[in-house]
């Protein structure tokens, strides 16, 4: 007669374990594709944005400090000068009081006759236009009030430093605040 041998029940720890592994893996690999995806994307709009001039647009604008606008739910930062942070973002006094005033100037610039609005390319390594990447999320553009680029009004007020970049590149910004 030959011994029986008791079944043992096997842990299901190991299962468990695979089963996490298998949706962490599906998981990651669903992340990568998808910014792969987003990467692709925004180099096919940005390919697209060189070949294709951008119409003048005009419409409700929206100020959100001295060189953010929004237009139509878009965030654009407007090129060619720079003005100084609000908030937390301020690193003085001085600073935060003159981006209020740039500010409120903007804001009076664009409510006036003959705002008109132009999208422009950013100086974004290809595929990076309007994603984090590149100025934030933030596309480019300019706004001209009869002819005449808000930047270069702002400047000639002392309310914004000239801030010119290069095709990919931008130079380091100006300190606003003494001292630093």
């Known amino acids: 007669m030959s011994p029986v041998i008791p079944f043992r029940r096997r842990s299901s720890a190991p299962i468990a374990l695979w089963a996490v592994a298998a949706t962490v893996l599906a998981f990651s690999a669903t992340y990568i594709f998808l910014g792969w995806q987003e990467t692709r994307d925004a180099t096919k709009s940005h390919q697209v944005q060189i070949i294709q001039p ?50 409120k100037r903007l804001r009076s610039l664009v409510a006036s006759n003959g705002t008109s609005f132009k999208r422009v390319a950013c100086a974004c390594r290809a595929g990076e236009e309007g994603t984090r990447l590149c100025n934030y999320g933030r596309l480019c553009g300019s706004i001209k009030i009869a002819g005449q680029d808000v930047g270069q009004i702002l400047i000639s007020e002392g309310l914004a430093h000239p801030y010119v970049c290069g095709v990919t590149t931008c130079p380091k910004r100006r300190l606003w605040c003494d001292g630093l």
């Open 54 to 103: 951008t119409p003048l647009q005009t419409g409700p604008i929206e100020v959100i400090d001295g060189d953010t606008v929004r237009l139509e739910g878009v965030a654009y930062r407007l090129v060619g000068f720079d003005t100084p942070e609000r908030g937390d973002k301020a690193r003085c006094d001085d600073e935060r009081r003159r981006a209020e005033q740039a500010t």
